[in-house]
């Protein structure tokens, strides 16, 4: 099935190279006049300031392994081109000249199927007259560096008899011993694969902490990996028009910034059975409050028309994708409605949005920051941030997944952030939203705005101790000023968090000492913050009411309940501070 959309999606392009052709980057150019005389006397290099490892250009392209890897037509490395060795050994320079002799078999082979093209004439009759060995190269070239032919200022693989003779040349060596049979990819009767032609190019796949090399997104090369033993495409026939297609949409889309989500190890690769205007990842990257409400609101509101138009028959696909060596591992796939996927956005902003310290109203955290957030906070790079080097391993994958599916976060992730937030002491917006969502999401039916901002008659005990304990912390704050040197967070939070009974009601007896004091200055501060902790002491209804231990739901409740009441508190202060500051109208 996947090959199948990326065949069908590859229809749909107007932008990708020909068969058998990838985007490459030429580092060096070997100019030749159409007499086949060379036309410059050194390499010309086609780096510059904008492109620094040379010139991104469609060239021809074929996966190649073993001991003796066949040439390429006309773009290839150093070591074809013009016989650049690695090393000064005998060893060397016989390889070298290998594979230069192979390049030039190929070179006339394309003039012999192309004997009315002068410019297969002229490349050929440049390299049998070995000025290719006479050329010079600068001392930066390297052996693996792609260099390919200009003829009259014009790239001779660019041609229409290269790009055909090509095509002929890799379904030799990729056709299956079968021949023609019925391609599962298209239905059609044709010539069949034995391996994919091209590979997933390196770098497409992030390979974590290892190098990335080209990956093959099918590969059965022993007889315990396949179907009754057979090795290779035997048991999935694919035809070589739909094998290549399949291949070049799937690169072109892991190119495409706005077609990817990368991830520390892996990549999700997304496209549409038809254009529209919704880019559900730009939403995950970077959401606005604003559209965000809209986009809650029109798909809650019955009757409305969802932004995709309204056209059910429209699909979204994505595939994700990791990397074990030189194969590619197809972690998910996923073909579902984009109206569905719209519903999916709009709940999973729905279910995390959160009240913030600064910001009136709900705000909606992007995607990446929320996994980021799972992780240590700490210095990096002489900033305080969160570090990417702590973030569980497949994170932000597992969130990229349950946001498209609209499924839970992963189990690991509650007990894993709670551990987190009692080693910082710290609780910001993306930790809460996340905390928000996992608590959600656990929920059979969850409850409309559960949890969204304060929620002074929540009936979880938890909550509620959480409530207290910033508004402790906010009577020591008052009382203290710039006196204190830790809060009463700094110290006790992590405690409070699993105990919070055996510290809420030390922390209440000093906060009697707190009051008294803060009563000598600001006796309306002293009565309005007595008032809220009888208020949400009256919701635990007694010392004994605080739970002596919490569990991880209690504990997630507890810091939502401390976040919601700090959030709450700044607000009404940032108001009376607003109103304070607006003159009076008679």
Request: glycine share 6%; charged share 20%.
């Amino acid at each position: 099935m996947l090959l199948t959309r990326l065949a069908q999606h590859a229809q749909q392009r107007s932008d990708l190279p020909p068969p058998f052709y990838r985007n490459r980057t030429i580092r060096w150019a070997i100019r030749i006049t159409g007499d086949g005389l060379p036309a410059a006397k050194a390499l010309d290099d086609r780096s510059g300031t904008d492109q620094p490892a040379g010139q991104p250009l469609a060239a021809p392209y074929v996966y190649r392994s073993g001991q003796r890897p066949p040439a390429v037509l006309l773009a290839d490395t150093l070591q074809y081109v013009v016989a650049l060795r690695a090393a000064d050994t005998k060893r060397d320079l016989a390889e070298a000249m290998r594979r230069n002799g192979d390049y030039i078999a190929l070179l006339a082979r394309w003039r012999d199927n192309a004997p009315d093209d002068p410019v297969a004439r002229a490349v050929l009759a440049f390299f049998e007259a070995e000025h290719h060995l006479r050329i010079k190269v600068p001392a930066e070239a390297k052996p693996a560096d792609v260099a390919a032919i200009m003829v009259d200022g014009q790239w001779a693989h660019l041609r229409g008899s290269a790009v055909s003779f090509w095509a002929k040349v890799v379904r030799e060596r990729k056709s299956s011993a079968a021949g023609v049979g019925i391609c599962l990819v298209c239905g059609q009767p044709g010539p069949l694969l034995d391996t994919i032609p091209e590979a997933i190019k390196s770098g497409a796949i992030p390979a974590g902490g290892g190098r990335g090399r080209d990956a093959q997104l099918v590969s059965v090369n022993k007889a315990a990996q396949g179907r009754s033993g057979k090795i290779q495409l035997a048991s999935a026939p694919v035809c070589d028009g739909c094998g290549s297609a399949a291949m070049s949409a799937l690169n072109a889309l892991l190119a495409d910034e706005v077609h990817r989500y990368r991830c520390a190890d892996s990549v999700l690769a997304w496209w549409l059975r038809e254009p529209a205007l919704f880019d559900p990842l730009a939403w995950l990257r970077q959401p606005e409050p604003g559209q965000v409400r809209e986009l809650i609101a029109q798909v809650s509101s019955p009757g409305r028309e969802p932004a995709t138009g309204g056209v059910d028959s429209n699909a979204f696909y994505a595939v994700t994708l990791s990397v074990n060596q030189s194969r590619a591992v197809v972690r998910d796939w996923l073909e579902v409605p984009l109206s569905q996927i719209q519903r999916r956005i709009a709940a999973w902003f729905a279910d995390h949005q959160i009240a913030d310290l600064w910001h009136d109203g709900p705000q909606v955290v992007p995607l990446w920051l929320m996994a980021r957030a799972a992780g240590r906070w700490g210095t990096e790079s002489g900033q305080q941030r969160y570090l990417t080097a702590a973030v569980p391993p497949g994170c932000e994958r597992d969130l990229l997944l349950a946001a498209l599916r609209g499924t839970r976060p992963p189990g690991y992730l509650l007990p894993h952030l709670l551990q987190r937030i009692r080693a910082d002491s710290r609780i910001d917006v993306a930790r809460a939203a996340l905390l928000r969502l996992i608590l959600v999401r656990a929920l059979d039916s969850p409850k409309e705005n559960f949890m969204l901002g304060l929620d002074p008659d929540a009936p979880y005990p938890a909550y509620q101790c959480g409530r207290m304990f910033a508004v402790l912390e906010g009577i020591q704050r008052e009382a203290l000023g710039r006196d204190v040197n830790a809060t009463i967070a700094d110290k006790y939070l992590p405690a409070a968090t699993t105990t919070p009974r055996a510290v809420l009601v030390m922390l209440k007896r000093n906060a009697s000492a707190h009051l008294k004091r803060l009563r000598r200055s600001s006796g309306g501060a002293a009565n309005a913050l007595s008032n809220r902790l009888d208020e949400v002491l009256s919701h635990l209804h007694a010392d004994g009411n605080i739970p002596p231990f919490l569990d991880l739901e209690g504990q997630a409740q507890f810091i939502l309940g401390y976040h919601h009441q700090r959030a709450a508190d700044i607000a009404a202060a940032r108001a009376y501070s607003a109103q304070k500051k607006t003159p009076a109208t008679a």
